[in-house]
C-alpha cells in the first residue's frame, strides 16, 4: 500500500511539473547487477559543458574523419533501446534519415499526440525506467537532451556517462543536464584523446 501511495504522489507531481523528475519520485532507486540492463547518457559536449547552441544548432561538432567513428559502431552494437526528449526527437528529424530503425525507441513528450519512429511516454521517469529495466534486451542509449538527463540523473536512472569533449568554448547554449537537484558524483572508468581532438571520458554514476 505505502508503494501504490507514492506511486500515486510520483504521477500527481509529474503532471504538475512534466519536465522534470518530481521531488518526491527521488527515492526510488534501482538494483544493480549483471542482469541489469545499463542506462548510459552517450554525448557529445563542448569543454564548457553545452551539447548544443541555444538554438539548438550542432554545427560546431567535430565530424569523424576517414574509418574512425570514435567507437560509435562498438557503442550502438551494445545497446538496442534509444530514449530521447521532445526536442531532441524534432531536430533529429531535420537532419535527415531518421538514424535509429534499428533501435526499440521512446520519446518523453506531454505534447506529442503521435510519433512516426518511437512510443510516446507520459510517465514519470522512474516509474518507467523500472519498467523498463525489467524488459528483456541490451543496454539503454540516453541521446538527450539536457533537462530530460537531469531528470534520470536526479532518478538515479543513468549508470554510465560516456561524454565526448570537444576542444571548443561556446559561452552559452543547452547545458548537459539541465536543472539538476542534487549533486551527482561521478567515477572514471577510462579516457581516451583522438587525433582530431576529442577527449571521451566514461564515467560511473556513483549510486
Not at 542506462?39 to 550542432?58: E, H, K, N, W
Not at 531536430?91 to 530503425?101: D, N
Not at 511516454?121 to 518507467?128: G, I
Not at 543496454?139 to 539536457?146: N, R, T
Amino acid at each position: 500500500m505505502r508503494t501504490q501511495r507514492s506511486w500515486i504522489r510520483c504521477r500527481e507531481a509529474w503532471n504538475r511539473r512534466p519536465a522534470l523528475v518530481p521531488n518526491v519520485c527521488k527515492i526510488q532507486r534501482y538494483p544493480e547487477g549483471d542482469s541489469v540492463r545499463k542506462i548510459v547518457y552517450f554525448v557529445t559536449s563542448s569543454l564548457d559543458g553545452f551539447i548544443a547552441r541555444p538554438s539548438g544548432g550542432i554545427d560546431w561538432l567535430i565530424q569523424a574523419e576517414g574509418d574512425e567513428d570514435f567507437g560509435f559502431s562498438r557503442f550502438q552494437e551494445s545497446i538496442d533501446t534509444v530514449i530521447q526528449g521532445r526536442h531532441t526527437y524534432e531536430h533529429v528529424l531535420q537532419l535527415g534519415p531518421y538514424p535509429y530503425q534499428g533501435q526499440k525507441n521512446y520519446v518523453f513528450s506531454r505534447k506529442l499526440t503521435e510519433c512516426q519512429h518511437a512510443e510516446i511516454v507520459r510517465q514519470p521517469v522512474p516509474e518507467f525506467v523500472r519498467w523498463l529495466r525489467d524488459q528483456p534486451g541490451k543496454d539503454i542509449w540516453l541521446v538527450g537532451g539536457g533537462e530530460l538527463a537531469a531528470a534520470f540523473l536526479d532518478a538515479g536512472a543513468i549508470d554510465e556517462l560516456k561524454v565526448f569533449i570537444q576542444p571548443i568554448l561556446l559561452g552559452e547554449g543547452i547545458p548537459l543536464a539541465r536543472y539538476i537537484d542534487r549533486d551527482i558524483r561521478l567515477t572514471v572508468i577510462d579516457s581516451h584523446a583522438f587525433r582530431q581532438g576529442l577527449v571521451q571520458i566514461h564515467f560511473e554514476v556513483k549510486k
